[in-house]
């Protein structure tokens, strides 16, 4: 029997982008696929009063299971109220790669569904799309699409090499399809080694520093679909410190860099509505886990180093969402 998001406690994405785009920020979309990275989120998100989208990759769904996960986001609407705050949240599908998965994700309950078709042809992508908007839209559901590939590897979606989005399909695109949001490449990566050293240039401290991310794209893209909210996947940052930290207590993590912050906040103060990061999340926790286990040989509770990763996940995200998203106080149609 199929479950409506709206029982759930969940919203779509309408109102969030609507908001988002006429305020110049972009609401964040964190991965989760355990109960640690859940609290976290919701912890970050109503003591910074920010909206959210709950992002779950087909990866997460075969590891956690969809039931559980399902429960789980409603789990969060309820949480969110007893910390004090109904902010208003996403249940989506990310980078989801038929339109059968995306069918059983909103038969499950989720609010806001993925259908990745990138890596078809056009007509191909575009006829995917418009099946999966077709059968979305009947239950109030909203689709975003993507058009360019982003290299890199995260979960089951892969890429050796990125091909940005070319504004000229953008429009046809979008009037074909009906899709809600469309997810470019304009230069991010999924995974921690978003470049090559090759690709990168060094500073006086000799850290790698990434391209500039192709906002000339995005301009382009922004005039051809005015008003229209744009998605940048493969956005986190890679902290340094986070990759410091798991380094120095047994890690190898090579020339593992990301997008400069500063990029994402003129990013999402232009049509992007909806920034994904997931990367930077597992860093956060895995540094914390690794530092226990480091300095605490002796200690196997899992609450003993699991809470430390959800404490650091959720300075991580409120650290986001107030100085890189924008996100921060932006719930004004919250209850």
Same mark, same amino acid.
């Given at each position: 029997?199929?479950v409506?998001?709206?029982?759930l406690?969940?919203?779509?994405?309408?109102?969030?982008?609507?908001?988002?785009?006429k305020?110049k920020?972009?609401?964040?979309?964190?991965?989760?696929?355990?109960?640690e990275?859940?609290?976290?989120?919701?912890?970050?998100?109503?003591?910074?009063?920010?909206p959210?989208?709950?992002q779950v990759?087909?990866?997460?769904?075969?590891?956690?299971?969809?039931?559980l996960?399902?429960?789980?986001?409603?789990?969060a609407?309820?949480?969110?109220k007893?910390?004090?705050?109904?902010?208003?949240?996403v249940?989506h599908l990310?980078h989801?790669?038929?339109f059968?998965?995306?069918?059983?994700?909103?038969d499950?309950?989720f609010?806001? %569904?993925? #259908?990745?078709?990138?890596?078809?042809?056009?007509?191909?992508n575009? @006829? !995917?799309? &418009?099946?999966?908007?077709?059968y979305?839209?009947?239950?109030?559901?909203?689709?975003?699409?993507?058009?360019?590939v982003?290299?890199?590897?995260?979960?089951?979606v892969?890429?050796?090499?990125?091909?940005?989005?070319?504004p000229?399909?953008?429009?046809?695109?979008?009037?074909?399809?009906?899709c809600?949001?469309l997810?470019i490449?304009?230069?991010?990566?999924?995974?921690?080694?978003k470049?090559?050293p090759?690709?990168?240039?060094?500073?006086?401290?000799?850290i790698l520093?990434p391209?500039?991310?192709?906002?000339?794209?995005?301009?382009?893209?922004?005039?051809?679909?005015p008003g229209?909210p744009?998605?940048?996947h493969?956005?986190?940052?890679?902290?340094?410190?986070?990759?410091a930290?798991?380094?120095?207590?047994?890690?190898?993590?090579?020339?593992? %860099?990301? #997008?400069?912050?500063d990029?994402?906040?003129?990013?999402?103060a232009? @049509? !992007?509505? &909806?920034i994904?990061?997931?990367?930077?999340g597992?860093?956060?926790?895995t540094?914390?886990?690794?530092?226990v286990?480091?300095?605490k040989?002796?200690?196997?509770?899992?609450?003993?180093?699991?809470?430390?990763?959800?404490d650091?996940?959720?300075?991580l995200?409120?650290?986001?969402n107030k100085?890189?998203?924008?996100?921060?106080?932006?719930i004004?149609?919250a209850?």
């Amino acid at each position: 029997m199929a479950v409506s998001y709206k029982d759930l406690g969940l919203v779509n994405t309408k109102e969030m982008f609507a908001d988002a785009y006429k305020n110049k920020y972009a609401v964040p979309a964190y991965n989760f696929n355990n109960m640690e990275q859940m609290q976290a989120i919701i912890q970050a998100c109503v003591e910074t009063k920010s909206p959210v989208i709950l992002q779950v990759s087909s990866g997460a769904r075969k590891y956690a299971n969809q039931t559980l996960l399902r429960y789980m986001a409603q789990g969060a609407v309820e949480y969110a109220k007893e910390l004090g705050l109904n902010i208003p949240i996403v249940l989506h599908l990310d980078h989801g790669d038929s339109f059968e998965l995306c069918k059983s994700c909103i038969d499950m309950g989720f609010s806001s %569904v993925m #259908i990745d078709g990138s890596h078809f042809s056009y007509e191909d992508n575009v @006829a !995917v799309t &418009k099946k999966v908007v077709e059968y979305a839209h009947q239950f109030d559901v909203t689709v975003e699409a993507e058009l360019g590939v982003l290299a890199g590897v995260e979960d089951d979606v892969a890429a050796e090499v990125s091909h940005y989005t070319k504004p000229e399909e953008v429009q046809d695109f979008v009037s074909r399809t009906g899709c809600d949001s469309l997810a470019i490449s304009i230069g991010t990566s999924h995974g921690a080694n978003k470049f090559t050293p090759e690709q990168c240039t060094r500073n006086a401290d000799g850290i790698l520093v990434p391209p500039p991310l192709a906002f000339d794209i995005l301009e382009e893209i922004t005039k051809k679909l005015p008003g229209f909210p744009i998605v940048l996947h493969g956005a986190s940052s890679v902290p340094q410190d986070k990759v410091a930290i798991i380094n120095k207590y047994g890690g190898a993590l090579k020339d593992a %860099v990301g #997008i400069p912050e500063d990029q994402l906040r003129k990013a999402a103060a232009s @049509a !992007v509505c &909806k920034i994904n990061i997931d990367s930077d999340g597992r860093l956060a926790m895995t540094a914390a886990i690794r530092e226990v286990f480091a300095t605490k040989p002796a200690e196997f509770d899992p609450r003993k180093y699991l809470g430390p990763a959800r404490d650091s996940l959720k300075e991580l995200y409120m650290a986001k969402n107030k100085n890189v998203l924008g996100s921060a106080n932006r719930i004004p149609f919250a209850k």
